[in-house]
């Protein structure tokens, strides 16, 4: 899962079918049939263009008329066994389902969103106050207190949005029961975002404690953890 702003950059163009992925991985045909992958719900699958393909796959979540539709959306890009293979695009379909099928989307991550909205709306307008009243001895010190609330905030949704992930990273190793393709793939992910690494590894830190995700090591670390 990604924030929504960045799920709507990657909203694509097209959206294929499940086709697609059946004919280029004939072997998976089986356990898109099977009892097992026909008893997890909300299994709405498509395939779309992606402009990030440092994505493999994302949920959405969206309100059309009056019914919130949910998906999976796989990449395009990456539906091709040269990049990735059947077990591994098994385990990412698991994971997203996870998602789709994760009460606590709803119930937290969604309202603290939203909270970070009404959050910067509320801190915006109280410090506009002081400059409309030329109270300009306060007006830093609101900017100073504005930024640490904001920055407390974040570090706690972004928290919870990695409590999702590990959620999802669980109800896929559930399903799939393979350990393997789970870090084989999520090893491939590292490798799509090593260039973006700051060189001061104390930046990458602070940068971990406010990602949506979990480093790929803690999220392979946990799995392993699983019985
Ligand atoms: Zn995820």
Not at 106 to 111: H, R, T
Not at 176 to 195: D, G, V
Request: positive net charge.
């Amino acid at each position: 899962m990604k924030n929504t702003l960045f799920i709507l950059l990657l909203l694509p163009f097209h959206v294929f079918g499940m086709d697609q992925v059946t004919k280029e991985y004939p072997e998976l045909t089986d356990f898109f049939e099977s009892s097992e992958f026909k008893r997890i719900p909300q299994r709405e699958i498509g395939i779309g263009d992606f402009y990030d393909n440092s994505v493999f796959a994302a949920t959405l979540f969206e309100i059309s008329n009056i019914a919130m539709t949910k998906r999976v959306l796989l990449n395009s890009h990456y539906i091709d066994r040269n990049l990735i293979t059947a077990e591994e695009l098994k385990y990412i379909i698991c994971h997203e389902l996870g998602h789709l099928n994760d009460k606590k989307i709803f119930s937290q991550l969604i309202p603290l969103s939203i909270g970070l909205g009404v959050l910067d709306i509320g801190l915006v307008l109280w410090t506009l106050n002081s400059v409309r009243k030329g109270e300009w001895n306060y007006l830093l010190k609101k900017i100073g207190i504005s930024s640490c609330l904001r920055i407390a905030y974040s570090f706690v949704l972004a928290k919870e949005a990695r409590n999702r992930e590990t959620f999802a990273d669980e109800y896929g190793i559930n399903i799939t029961k393979n350990k393997a393709a789970a870090f084989s793939i999520l090893t491939k992910r590292k490798q799509t975002h090593e260039n973006t690494k700051y060189r001061f590894n104390f930046l990458n830190k602070i940068k971990n404690l406010f990602a949506d995700h979990p480093t790929e090591d803690a999220r392979i670390a946990h799995i392993n953890s699983l019985s």
